[in-house]
């Protein structure tokens, strides 16, 4: 079965750094896109960018470009979202899903990785 | 980029009832490219329909879809009381960035 499943949650504070993860199995990983998706609370989805672990081709969002790092390791069949200074405004769930082409939508999902920023 | 605004943001009606879900499209979306998710409190979203109007694997035949260009829409046929959720659409056209609608709620009357 294919299973996309994302790191725990994470209680940081302004300024900090942080990177999360979502692991791939039951299918061939670098083979098809990941992408990243930001739900605030209450709110709806935003598009963060996507990566094909591949070659770690990477797209990002103009919203998000320079705010965020999308990177893998094929090797161990993992993505990451990473930021090297946190705001409170980062706080939401992130989620990341698998695209078989960037021409057709998300099959599968992770669970989510609820992100919280406070001082 | 494209913005997609969903109409309305809620809808209220009974199990058995149809719902009609609206997504409409600030320039038109190349091929189709259009996708339906649900998602329920505390759950990721889950892909109901894409290309427009493509079932997903698994979906009961009550979900459809349809539309083209600028103006798509998400038919639940009659509602079961599992459906009661939240709707997005979501273009992925390769020219311009992926975006989402705001999203409908659909709540029991």
């Known amino acids: 079965d294919v299973q996309l499943v994302q790191s725990g949650a994470e209680v940081k504070k302004p300024g900090e750094s942080l990177k999360i993860s979502c692991k791939g199995s039951?299918?061939?990983?670098?083979?098809?896109?990941i992408a990243w998706v930001r739900q605030m609370p209450g709110k709806g989805l935003e598009w963060l960018g996507i990566?094909?672990?591949?070659?770690?081709?990477?797209r990002y969002s103009p919203s998000f470009q320079g705010q965020v790092t999308i990177s893998a390791d094929k090797s161990i069949g993992t993505a990451y979202l990473q930021w090297s200074s946190l705001k409170a405004s980062d706080t939401a769930i992130y989620y990341c899903?698998?695209?078989?082409?960037?021409?057709?939508?998300?099959?599968?999902w992770g669970q989510g990785t609820l992100v919280t920023v406070s001082s | 980029e494209i913005v997609l605004t969903q109409s309305p943001a809620t809808l209220s009606l009974s199990p058995g009832e149809r719902a009609t879900l609206s997504c409409g499209a600030s320039?038109?979306?190349?091929?189709?490219?259009l996708a339906w998710y649900q998602q329920k409190a505390g759950l990721a979203p889950r892909l109901l329909i894409y290309?427009?109007?493509i079932r997903a694997a698994g979906i009961p035949d009550r979900f459809s879809g349809s539309g083209s260009g600028t103006d798509f829409t998400l038919t639940i046929s009659r509602l079961e009381p599992e459906d009661f959720a939240v709707y997005f659409c979501q273009q992925y056209s390769s020219s311009s960035p992926l975006t989402f609608g705001g999203g409908t709620k659909v709540e029991i009357k």
């Open positions: 990566i094909y672990p591949g070659d770690s081709k990477t």
């Open positions: 899903a698998r695209h078989v082409s960037t021409v057709l939508p998300f099959d599968y």
């Open positions: 039951g299918y061939s990983f670098s083979s098809y896109w």
């Open positions: 290309d427009a109007s």
């Open positions: 320039q038109s979306v190349s091929s189709s490219y």
